[in-house]
T-cell receptor, first 112, second 110 residues
Framework: ETGVTQTPRHLVMGMTNKKSLKCEQH?????MYWYKQSAKKPLELMFV???????ENNSVPSRFSPECPNSSHLFLHLHTLQPEDSALYLC???????????FGPGTRLTVL | RKEVEQDPGPFNVPEGATVAFNCTYS??????FFWYRQDCRKEPKLLMS???SGNEDGRFTAQLNRASQYISLLIRDSKLSDSATYLC???????????FGAGTRLAVHP
């Protein structure tokens, strides 16, 4: 058990729906991340939060909106997604710069 | 050039074989290096950190060559349970960022 949980584990949504992914870490870490993993592609870093402040946004479309209310929780709000957004969305946390990251189990998202 | 490059494989090896994975990275200022393992439809998990002096953990040995910007992972006496995708990961420094390679798939057969 890595100490990082994600809900839901699976999500199917239509292009007009609004949904949110939730991540929670129980490790006392300072940084949290959202990644996207599509089939046969490397992990793509989407957002980085350090001490609840967003420090990186890797040119992610505005239909993905992150929220970090405190150092233990991270959300990814989704609206008007496209079928190509179907992927595994992974949350991770780390103690700080250059340290290894610990991943949650991911949310497998399918956009119809 | 990709920031982190790996041979995608797959590497198909029999149990007991020794297998080596290589990885190159483009940012010479990179500060930390890791190997992660990812099983099918699961999240990546840290296998080991990679130190300049090289390090070993049981059947696994990692090496770093900063001059050549090259990282390797050696697995000895392969087990069926070693079948997975192995991800080379580099931390360029700043903002807690890690760069992941696309991974090398290993299939160990009886």
């Amino acid at each position: 058990e890595t100490g990082v949980t994600q809900t839901p584990r699976h999500l199917v949504m239509g292009m007009t729906n609004k949904k949110s992914l939730k991540c929670e870490q129980h490790l006392g870490h300072n940084a949290m991340y959202w990644y996207k993993q599509s089939a046969k592609k490397p992990l793509e870093l989407m957002f980085v939060y350090s001490l609840e402040e967003r420090v990186e946004n890797n040119s992610v479309p505005s239909r993905f909106s992150p929220e970090c209310p405190n150092s233990s929780h991270l959300f990814l709000h989704l609206h008007t997604l496209q079928p190509e957004d179907s992927a595994l969305y992974l949350c991770a946390s780390s103690p700080g710069d250059g340290n290894e990251q610990f991943f949650g189990p991911g949310t497998r998202l399918t956009v119809l | 050039r990709k920031e982190v490059e790996q041979d995608p494989g797959p590497f198909n090896v029999p149990e007991g074989a020794t297998v080596a994975f290589n990885c190159t990275y483009s940012n010479s200022a990179s500060q930390s290096f890791f190997w992660y393992r990812q099983d099918c439809r699961k999240e990546p998990k840290l296998l080991m950190s990679v130190y300049s002096s090289g390090n070993e953990d049981g059947r696994f040995t990692a090496q770093l060559n900063r001059a050549s910007q090259y990282i390797s992972l050696l697995i000895r006496d392969s087990k069926l349970s070693d079948s997975a995708t192995y991800l080379c990961v580099v931390a360029p420094g700043g903002y807690n960022k890690l760069i992941f390679g696309a991974g090398t798939r290993l299939a160990v057969h009886p």
